[in-house]
């Protein structure tokens, strides 16, 4: 199958050659970062963790939406879904994987990386979040190999994907459940501490992935002959829409009960987000357009006459990718460290290296993601002799195994 | 054969790369093992030469893990005689330089040891054989 | 071809299960063995207790700091952002906020006050680390192994108290001096206070309470409160002692006479 990536047009060639420069650019700056040591980023003994924890924070979440799509298809055959399945489970790919990069070029000591394996932590969510974005990884791979084979050979896939597919539906929610257990479950960093961290984690996840897939199944469709249809995409919108209300009630939850009960421990977080803390306010004017890309988003999602028009959708999906980009990448992170526990309030921005180390690493992301997308295209293609499908119906073709079930 | 041209180039490609080492190291390299100080008195190290030529690294990161992680600071060798477990404090009280003797010998191994980074109070310290070359 | 391709497979899968079943680690020679030093203090439970009173005795004081940063080879980088710290002193509101009021005046608020890791019973830097480089002893140390961290940082993030330091670049640079002969770390590891382990073991107190003690001020008590008759025990049943955040359930064991 991978012949398939292999042959395109000369759009695709260029696409994939700018992506590997920008890797090439990332990986020389990432040599530079091995040999100087982690101080060429804007880290500090205040703010241990910054922009590349941020991205695996946030791809973790891109990485888990699969399940979005997964499961209406897999679990309640919905039907409209059946070409938007391959698309969730490779980005999910692309995304563990950068979540991977990211937490590799976060360590002050690459070299010693086996260690984790040498010495295993059962007690330590590091150690276990290595487990699950691993296995994720491993799932992912065999079972879109084993589906898509059978697709382009037109027969059904092989028996044992199907409880490899209904693993990988609760192993979603849980990859995105313990890297939120990274951060909740720390007595030293009150802003984290609250149980409402996971399911805030999926619900932006459940609304951030979704509206990347819209963005890309739009794509997709103006540059090829992939098309998930209509109905999937604004089944997506839905999702989208309801997530993202879910979300920003969670973001509600969580205002209400710090400012509320006055505690300063917990007002100060928000203040320094949302407000700034003693003169400090980096974040503001970023929370500032997070909360209003938020707000648009959810006009043109809640109201139906503007949802169910795609270009429309195509806007408020990336109003809701920037909004939670910003808000669970650096909003949530950085704001865990200020102010420090001795109250100290001592900012963090990324620098210029650490930004182009982070996208080296999307567009090593980008990268595969193209690669497999275009591998998805070529499959299709061939599976259904060249032309151009329809929906529904010729979902239910290409997805036999539908009938097993 | 199809694309016999593509073929064969690819072929001379890998040939050339995977000897690489070979005419690369040509008049670069020493052919032979390294000149090491040997210690000015001390005729015998803390454990038999042959075991100490094949398995010192062995021994040492069993003093790092019995220092650091056992609070233990004695190590009886099998002859009886009891040494601190020191990299700086008992090593090299014989092995005095160690860019004259480890250093030397394990660029020639090229194979790294780091140790240096940390254990001796020189500011820097060729620990590769790169860096004796004076790369970065 | 499937086929042999599979049972090629399985072999392969079979040979290396076997070949993982040798051994690791073998028995170095026979007879050697390590053992601890004929000197070492050997305690149920190392506490630290520091009398604040006598600390601001003397104003602008920092000889334990000294000591300690001296011989252990804390460096003094040039970046603020990557300070290396193992003891210093804080604004006092900053270290107890909840023993601070509105009417509580300036000079108080901003006593100098000393700050190093607590050692906790529970503590949460141990919890959290992935390859057990910081782990608790026996004794109650919270120790580190430089030799096994990896520089995730994930103890820096979970200690409540900021005990912890990151070497974001090389440290040597950034040395007071020539270095002594404890080992400098190397960038991309983590350090703290670890009380003087590598004294404790050859019978020696901290260099902290020892250069306190040697300024004649005695501010600074190291001891075993598994020993009910040592001087920590005594301060502790005869005063009344503060901890750090006692609320988060780490129980540090460094604690102040206010």
């Known amino acids: 199958m991978l012949e398939k990536a292999l042959t395109g047009s000369r759009r695709y060639w260029t696409l994939l050659a700018v992506l590997a420069g920008l890797v090439a650019v990332g990986f020389a700056t990432y040599l530079h970062q091995l040999s100087v040591g982690l101080g060429i980023t804007g880290l500090s003994r205040d703010v241990p963790w910054g922009l590349y924890i941020a991205q695996l924070t946030f791809l973790v979440g891109v990485a888990a939406s699969a399940v979005m799509v997964v499961l209406p298809y897999y679990l309640h055959h919905?039907?409209?879904?059946?070409?938007?399945?391959?698309?969730?489970?490779?980005?999910?790919?692309?995304?563990?994987?950068?979540?991977l990069l990211f937490v590799f070029v976060d360590i002050g000591q690459p070299r010693r990386a086996m260690n984790l394996i040498l010495y295993p932590s059962p007690r330590s969510i590091l150690f276990w979040d290595m487990i699950v974005l691993n296995g994720y990884l491993v799932l992912n791979v065999v079972i879109s190999r084993a589906t898509f084979r059978a697709e382009r050979a037109g027969t059904p896939p092989v028996r044992w994907v199907k409880p490899l597919i209904y693993l990988s539906i609760p192993w979603a929610v849980s990859i995105h459940t313990v890297t939120a257990f990274l951060y909740s479950g720390l007595a030293a960093r009150p802003f984290?501490?609250?149980?409402?961290?996971?399911?805030?984690?999926?619900?932006?996840?459940?609304?951030?992935?979704?509206?990347?897939?819209?963005?890309?199944?739009?794509?997709?469709?103006?540059?090829?002959?992939?098309?998930?249809?209509?109905?999937?995409?604004?089944?997506?919108?839905?999702?989208?829409?309801?997530?993202?209300?879910?979300?920003?009630?969670?973001?509600?939850?969580?205002?209400?009960?710090?400012?509320?009960?006055?505690i300063p421990e917990h007002v100060e977080h928000f203040t320094y987000l949302y407000l700034g803390l003693h003169g400090h306010g980096l974040l503001v004017p970023w929370m500032t357009v997070s909360v209003a890309l938020a707000v648009v988003s959810l006009v043109l999602l809640l109201v139906p006459q503007l949802r169910r028009r795609e270009g429309v959708l195509a806007v408020a999906s990336v109003a809701v990718v920037g909004s939670l980009w910003i808000d669970k990448g650096l909003g949530m992170v950085v704001t865990g460290f200020v102010p420090s526990p001795l109250g100290h309030v001592n900012e963090y921005w990324p620098t210029l290296p650490e930004t182009v180390i982070a996208l080296g690493i999307y567009a090593a992301g980008g990268l595969v993601l193209t690669v497999l997308y275009k591998i998805a295209i070529g499959v299709r293609e061939e599976a259904l002799g060249g032309g151009e499908v329809g929906q529904g119906a010729a979902a239910a073709e290409t997805r036999p195994e539908l009938k097993v079930a | 054969m199809h694309d016999a041209g593509k073929i064969v180039l690819g072929l001379g490609v890998f040939g050339v790369l995977v000897t690489a080492p070979v005419w690369y190291g040509i008049g670069r390299g020493k052919g032979?093992?390294?000149?090491?100080?040997?210690?000015?008195?001390?005729?015998?190290?803390?454990?038999?030469?042959?075991?100490?030529?094949?398995?010192?690294?062995?021994?040492?990161?069993?003093?790092?893990d019995a220092v650091v992680r056992d609070a233990d600071r004695v190590y009886v060798a099998s002859d009886g005689q009891h040494h601190e477990m020191s990299l700086t404090g008992t090593c090299l009280r014989c092995h005095e330089d160690p860019e004259k003797f480890c250093i030397r010998c394990h660029a020639y191994a090229g194979v790294e040891a780091f140790c240096w980074d940390c254990h001796q109070k020189k500011r820097t310290m060729a620990v590769s054989a790169r860096r004796e070359r004076g790369a970065p | 071809m499937t086929m042999r391709r599979r049972s090629f497979l399985k072999l392969a899968g079979l040979g290396l299960a076997g070949a993982s079943t040798v051994p690791v680690a073998q028995a170095l020679v026979r007879g050697a063995r390590t053992e601890a030093g004929p000197d070492a203090l050997k305690g149920k439970r190392w506490a630290m207790v520091i009398d604040e009173k006598k600390c601001l005795t003397r104003g602008g004081c920092d000889v334990c700091v000294q000591a300690c940063h001296r011989a252990h080879n804390v460096p003094a980088m040039a970046n603020p952002r990557h300070e290396v710290k193992w003891l210093w002193k804080e604004q006092f509101g900053h270290v107890f906020p909840d023993r601070v009021t509105p009417y509580t005046p300036a000079v108080m608020k901003e006593r100098p006050t000393l700050v190093l890791c607590n050692h906790c019973d529970n503590p949460p830097c141990v919890r959290v680390c992935p390859t057990q480089s910081t782990w608790k002893r026996a004794d109650g140390l919270v120790m580190m192994d430089m030799h096994r961290c990896i520089g995730c940082r994930y103890c820096v993030v979970a200690c409540p108290y900021g005990s912890r330091?990151?070497?974001?670049?090389?440290?040597?640079?950034?040395?007071?001096?020539?270095?002594?002969?404890?080992?400098?770390?190397?960038?991309?590891?983590?350090?703290?206070?670890?009380?003087?382990?590598?004294?404790?073991?050859?019978?020696?107190?901290?260099?902290?309470?020892?250069?306190?003690?040697?300024?004649?001020?005695?501010?600074?008590?190291?001891?075993?409160?598994?020993?009910?008759?040592s001087p920590v025990s005594a301060l502790l049943r005869e005063n009344d002692v503060a901890r750090r955040k006692p609320e988060l359930g780490t129980s540090p064991h460094v604690f102040y006479l206010l």
């Open chain 1, 78 to 99: 919905y039907k409209a879904f059946g070409k938007l399945a391959i698309l969730g489970e490779f980005l999910a790919i692309s995304a563990v994987i950068m979540c």
């Open chain 1, 192 to 262: 984290w501490l609250t149980a409402i961290l996971a399911p805030r984690f999926l619900a932006s996840a459940f609304a951030a992935g979704p509206a990347l897939l819209v963005l890309l199944s739009l794509l997709l469709r103006r540059v090829s002959t992939f098309d998930p249809g209509k109905e999937a995409v604004a089944k997506l919108g839905e999702i989208v829409a309801y997530a993202m209300v879910v979300n920003v009630f969670f973001v509600a939850l969580e205002l209400f009960t710090a400012l509320y009960s006055a």
């Open chain 2, 32 to 64: 032979e093992p390294p000149e090491l100080q040997r210690p000015a008195t001390a005729k015998q190290c803390i454990e038999p030469t042959a075991f100490m030529r094949a398995r010192h690294m062995e021994l040492l990161n069993e003093w790092r």
């Open chain 3, 165 to 229: 330091s990151f070497n974001f670049e090389d440290p040597r640079p950034g040395l007071r001096g020539e270095p002594t002969d404890y080992p400098t770390r190397t960038k991309g590891v983590v350090e703290k206070c670890t009380f003087c382990a590598e004294r404790l073991a050859v019978g020696q107190r901290p260099l902290c309470v020892e250069a306190c003690e040697g300024i004649g001020c005695g501010a600074l008590t190291f001891g075993d409160l598994g020993d009910p008759a």
